[in-house]
């Protein structure tokens, strides 16, 4: 059915659920780096290995991903809950100006929001040293490396995300998109923190006050699946971009939405 994108109404509905989304994704964010870097924790004392630490945390958030891109409140809103993907979708003509901004804004409110209730829970292990509200700060490499790294990671996501949506594999695209943070997590987090997400980078900075090169996780990620989208578009047309939701279902859609004549 078409969205109500184009139309005076704006979704607000579906953007209280993207922040309800990141929220939670930002709770389990700061919960599982507490389980698994707190030195206090029995799993981090039992892990030496940080590379399999890594894995876990990358498992964790993952499976969190895909969890929130196919329940009933992701499949409603789309599961964006990233700024990047938001802007990608609104290139691509898939939502109007102010559909994207409310949902920016719900995104970054979430991701305050959930890293606000992960402190008020976890107390003084949010804050530890080792978790740090689990900030995205670059790497021993340097802030270059950072850059390039978000950038690259952001454009392979967006890149599989249209890839795998606009086919007939659509409904695996959750599960890639999940599959994709998981490794990102295990392989790239020490060179960049791994956020493809500015909401994401403001929850977590605002809950430890770390604001460390904030400007590369505002340009890398947006720039990285703009890029991504500006390829598809060059490589498939227009056309072929079905909708803006992660995982469509048969369910109400607020975007300019042609999935049901691509069916």
């Known amino acids: 059915m078409p969205g109500s994108a184009s139309s005076p109404s704006l979704p607000w509905r579906e953007a209280l659920l993207e922040a309800l989304g ?3 994704f930002m709770l389990s964010a700061v919960a599982f780096t507490v389980l698994l870097e707190w030195p206090g924790s029995n799993v981090h004392q039992a892990i030496p290995d940080p590379l399999a630490r890594r894995g ?3 498992l964790a958030m993952g499976g969190t991903a895909i969890g929130l891109i196919y329940s009933p409140w992701g499949k ?8 990047s993907v938001t802007l990608a979708f609104l290139r691509l003509g898939k939502l109007g100006p102010a559909h994207a901004l409310s949902y920016l ?7 305050v929001a959930g890293v606000g209730l992960a402190a008020a829970l976890l107390r ?4 530890d040293p080792a978790v740090r509200h689990a900030v995205t700060v670059p790497g021993p490499a340097g802030v270059g490396a950072a850059f390039a790294a978000e950038a690259t990671i952001s454009f392979l996501l967006m890149s599989v995300v249209l890839l795998v949506s606009n086919s007939r ?3 695996f695209t959750g599960i890639c998109a999940g599959l994709l943070v998981a490794t990102y997590i295990t392989v790239e987090a020490p060179i960049s923190g791994m956020s493809m997400n500015p909401a994401r ?3 977590s900075a605002a809950g430890e006050g770390a604001w460390d090169a904030l400007w590369i996780y505002f340009t890398a990620p947006p720039l990285g699946m703009l890029l991504a989208a500006e390829a598809y578009l060059r490589l498939r047309g227009l056309r072929a971009v079905h909708c803006a939701k992660l995982h469509h279902d048969r ?3 607020v975007f300019r939405c042609g999935a049901a004549a691509a069916a």
Do not use: K
């Open 105 to 111: 804004a719900f995104q970054f409110l979430g991701g």
């Open 169 to 171: 594999w659509a409904r």
């Open 201 to 203: 980078t403001v929850g």
């Open 76 to 83: 409603r809103s789309g599961a964006h809950l990233n700024p």
């Open 22 to 24: 990141l929220g939670l």
């Open 56 to 58: 876990l945390m990358g």
């Open 251 to 253: 369910g109400p859609c």
């Open 124 to 127: 003084g292990a949010a804050s």
